[in-house]
């Protein structure tokens, strides 16, 4: 069985566990290897609307199968913060593309709090106003805002996985989204 290999558009460890935990999940009887880089999302470093996450999920994705075509499968991870009923909350979009098929699914969203969504609306990235907040250091690499706000219950890791086994759906199941 031939070893798929997998583009991950991002050097961050969390994201590179999360995507590699998501297919070994969904396909246990196959074989992947993970390749990381960066390239470009188009959108801004901390996207402010669900649209502009996926949209820089989808790019990070098709920058990745354009400058690496070799690989297998290309994944896009975005990051996000929006409003719900005036509050900022957080979550990420998970884009896969091969050279035949396409997935997408977002992760459950989560509240910040006043402190962290004042140092985001004032220009930080999520990951620097937890930093600065809670006293960690390159928290988006760990277990990010959820590691933080839930004591590690749920981490990053664990909220991207289950998006990308979402994102897989369509993999798992060709025939019904290749018609």
């Known amino acids: 069985m031939a070893v798929k290999k997998i583009i991950v558009a991002s050097h961050n460890p969390v994201k590179a566990e999360a995507v590699l935990n998501g297919f070994q999940r969904m396909f246990p009887e ?6 990381t880089m ?14 502009e996450a996926r949209i820089g999920a989808q790019k990070r994705a098709q920058n990745a199968r354009r400058t690496y075509p070799d690989g ?58 937890d930093d600065r907040i809670f006293g960690r250091e390159n928290s988006k690499q760990k277990s990010g805002a959820v590691g933080i706000l839930t004591g590690d219950v749920v981490t990053r890791t664990a909220l991207y996985e289950q998006a990308v086994i979402l994102a897989l759906i369509p993999f798992k199941n060709p025939s019904l989204f290749n018609g």
């Open 30 to 35: 196959e074989e992947f290897t993970i390749q």
């Open 72 to 129: 297998d499968l290309w994944v896009g991870v975005e990051g996000g913060c929006d409003y719900l009923d005036g509050e900022m909350v957080s979550f990420a979009w998970i884009v896969i593309l091969s050279a035949e098929n396409k997935g997408s699914a977002r992760t459950a969203l989560f509240r910040l709090p006043g402190e962290v969504q004042r140092l985001v609306e004032s220009g930080l990235e999520l990951g620097d106003a």
């Open 38 to 51: 960066s390239v470009s999302s188009g959108v801004s470093d901390q996207p402010m609307t669900d649209r």
